[in-house]
């Protein structure tokens, strides 16, 4: 199901009574250089899915300390080069299994509008630590990590990170 997601939407729904949930998330597209190739980490989701590291903003923290936060904790990376470039999606969701169940119980929401901010980022790092979130990873050149993410979105954001990357190096 396509829902447009934008905040009046959002609004009327809460007003109504719906258990609805407006979050924003921060996250990274973090890519290394390897023999003068761009290769860029995908996280594989233990729901099946490969993505970016990403997470909520936490009370007082800027997007900056939330991205540099979520990537170490969910691949233990730190040494980040963040990069100006800004890539934001938006989604809904309807929240299932287990993070319904935590949902309900915390008394948050379960229809979920999202907003996720991306940045790129580059790393010198080579071991990978994944967090719990996590089945495993892969560091894979453009074309193939484009193949193996999982949502549209995601697409997008690796090509507008991609695009951006070749006009700042040239390469």
């Known amino acids: 199901m396509r829902v447009p997601i934008f905040n009046p939407l959002y609004l009327l729904l809460k007003a109504c009574g719906f258990p609805v949930v407006w979050e924003v ?4 597209v973090v890519f290394r250089e390897e023999d003068g190739e761009r290769i860029y980490l995908l996280l ?10 990403k997470g909520h903003i936490e009370s007082g ?3 900056e300390m939330t991205l540099r936060r979520e ?12 990069f100006a470039k800004r890539v934001s999606i938006s989604y809904f969701y309807i929240a299932k299994g287990q993070e319904r169940a935590r949902r309900l119980q915390s008394g948050r929401g379960v229809w979920i509008f999202k907003q996720a901010h991306f940045y790129p980022a580059q790393t010198q790092t080579l071991e990978i630590k994944i967090s719990r979130e996590h089945s495993g990873f892969v560091w894979l050149a453009y074309e193939e990590a484009f193949a193996k993410v999982t949502f549209e979105n995601a697409r997008r954001i690796l090509r507008e990170t991609e695009a951006y990357l070749q006009s700042e190096t040239g390469a």
Request: charged content about 30%; aromatic content about 10%.
């Open 61 to 63: 923290e800027t997007e």
């Open 44 to 53: 594989h989701y233990l729901s099946g899915h490969f993505d970016f590291p």
């Open 25 to 28: 998330s921060v996250g990274a």
């Open 71 to 82: 990537t170490e904790e969910e691949t233990g990376i730190r040494d980040l080069k963040i």
